[in-house]
């Protein structure tokens, strides 16, 4: 089963920052937080990973609590190309393992 | 390109028949997975070569259900005897060799949709 739990859809307005939550209330402390999102007929795409720091990359922006048992994900500002499913995983550090999806968040942004 | 290619990108079988979905990994990515997708979920893990070898076969659904990688690159699902529940995604993944900073992101394909008529 998913280790974490994410709302089903969110809305957001185009040009508007968008902030997808994820609880990992169970969360190892030797597991990363990483997410993917899927757009329509395309495969998973990577976004971004952390451990306990804040990150951000050329995508994102992700925001863990200091007790690392929930994330934001931030798109700072929306296009209709970020349209997609986000999916919120927990991954063990250093172990080449499976992905376990869960139902993730589909993102609608609106015009 | 340089990234994931799976082929073909749909494939429509009758059931009973046996199909051949192949995937071409990024050059150099050790690590490769196989995952499939039915419509409206999360992909669902299938299984896993690092190299050459098939180390997790876990996800498989039946004996039906066949994977190879004999180079340690192309790789390739087979399905024999296809049934109506085989219709899904059928998405390939692959990763570079583990870092001293930790996991690797797999990078996914696009796919091959298989419907069974």
């Known amino acids: 089963d998913a280790k974490t739990t994410q709302p089903p859809s969110m809305d957001c307005a185009e040009g508007r920052a968008a902030n997808l939550p994820c609880n990992h209330s169970?969360?190892?402390?030797?597991?990363?937080v990483y997410w993917y999102r899927q757009i329509h007929s395309q495969g998973p795409q990577y976004i971004i990973h952390g451990l306990k720091n804040n990150e951000t990359n050329e995508m994102a922006s992700l925001i863990i609590t200091e007790d690392r048992k929930s994330s934001t994900l931030i798109l700072p500002h929306a296009t209709l190309r970020d349209t997609a499913v986000y999916y919120c995983?927990?991954?063990?550090?250093?172990?080449?393992?499976?992905?376990?999806f869960g139902k993730g968040t589909r993102l609608h942004i609106l015009p | 390109g340089a990234g994931v290619s799976q082929s073909p990108r749909y494939k429509v079988a009758k059931r009973g028949q046996d199909v051949a979905l192949r995937c071409d990994p990024i050059?150099?990515?050790?690590?490769l997975f196989w995952y499939q997708q039915a419509l409206g979920q999360g992909p669902e893990f299938l299984t896993y070569f690092q190299n050459e070898a098939q180390l997790d076969k876990s996800g498989l659904p039946s004996d039906r259900f066949f994977a190879e990688r004999p180079e340690g690159s192309v790789s390739t699902l087979k399905i024999q005897r296809t049934q109506q529940e085989d219709s899904a995604v059928y998405l390939c993944?692959?990763?570079?060799?583990?870092?001293?900073?930790?996991?690797?992101?797999?990078?996914f394909g696009d796919g091959t949709r298989l419907s069974i008529l």
């Open positions: 050059s150099g990515h050790v690590s």
């Open positions: 993944a692959s990763s570079s060799r583990q870092g001293a900073d930790g996991n690797q992101p797999q990078h």
């Open positions: 995983i927990v991954r063990v550090v250093g172990r080449d393992d499976k992905i376990i």
């Open positions: 169970t969360i190892s402390g030797n597991e990363y």
